[in-house]
């Protein structure tokens, strides 16, 4: 049985950390698959991309704790190094990508969902990193993407007490754009996955590369970033026919990503 499973419905993928008996701890193999997984994402025809765990309880609980207990200095740097690479593939995937985060999304876990665009939640969701009551720092982007995330001081404060926080104060830190009854998260995700795809591909990808890399320069850089990927949008025939029919007073077809 494959510890990542990845579904295709239309042009949206779903990625699934399948190992439920654990609450889809991410172990070396974990995190292998995802790997590939993600190498084997076409994204010229996957539009969107859904990252979920396995069973009603957790999206993932956290790196392996018996597989960590015993790792030497050197292992141990090893092992961050594995997952940060992984994470930072699914981050600069060129598709948007939406963590639907259905129940516990601890150390790891709440790294997994960070490195993800966008991050649902439902009522049952619970975020941490719980990384120094184990005696170790986060180790997959944590200290990193959790205070770009809610800020410096919501970061340190979650960070030094190990204080799990539940969905609605997730939501109310800018953590999660959104929270559902737990029933309803998937349809929710895939209707907005859906919508983004119904979007013109080329510009769609072109926004989360502006936002990422200009997010990492200065103003007077991040602006040419931007006018670069801006005008790599113009002579496609997506841009063409959708300019076309608002003149023209009528719906567009859908976007060919071309
Ligand atoms: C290994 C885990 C696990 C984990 C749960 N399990 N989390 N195994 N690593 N992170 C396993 C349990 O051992 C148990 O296996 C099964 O999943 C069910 O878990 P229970 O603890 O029995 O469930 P429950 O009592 O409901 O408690 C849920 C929980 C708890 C609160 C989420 O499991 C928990 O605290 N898990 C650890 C959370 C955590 O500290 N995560 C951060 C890890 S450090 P058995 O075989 O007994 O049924 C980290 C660092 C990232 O992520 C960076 C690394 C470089």
């Known amino acids: 049985m494959a510890l990542v499973e990845l579904e295709l419905k239309d042009q949206v993928g779903i990625l699934t950390i399948n190992r439920p008996e654990a609450l889809n701890a991410l172990n ?58 992984v994470f930072r593939k699914l981050e600069t995937l060129p598709i948007p990508t939406i963590a639907a ?61 190990a204080r799990n926080i539940k969905a609605p104060e997730a939501l109310a830190c800018g953590l999660v754009q959104a929270v559902y009854p737990a029933e309803e998260l998937m349809a929710e995700a895939e209707k907005m996955a859906a919508r983004i795809a119904g979007n013109a591909p080329i510009a769609v990808r072109a926004c989360k590369k502006a936002i990422n890399d200009g997010t990492q320069v200065d103003m007077d850089k991040a602006i040419v970033v931007e006018e670069k990927l801006f005008g790599s949008c113009f002579e496609t025939k997506d841009q063409r026919s959708a300019m076309a029919a608002f003149v023209e007073k009528r719906k567009h077809d859908p976007f060919e990503n071309c």
């Open 28 to 85: 070396d193999q974990v995190i292998s698959e995802l790997d590939k997984v993600l190498d084997s994402i076409d994204v010229n025809t996957v539009r969107c991309l859904i990252v979920t765990g396995a069973g009603q309880k957790a999206f993932v609980a956290g790196a392996d704790i018996a597989q960590m207990s015993g790792l030497t200095k050197a292992e141990g740097e090893a092992f961050g190094k594995l997952g940060n690479d």
């Open 101 to 161: 985060v259905n129940g516990f999304a601890l150390g790891g876990g709440c790294e997994l969902s960070m490195s993800c665009d966008i991050r649902l939640a439902s009522e049952t969701a619970v975020f941490g990193q719980p990384e120094v009551g184990l005696g170790i720092t986060p180790g997959f982007g944590g200290t990193q993407r959790l205070a770009r995330l809610v800020g410096m001081g919501k970061a340190k404060e979650m960070i030094y007490t």
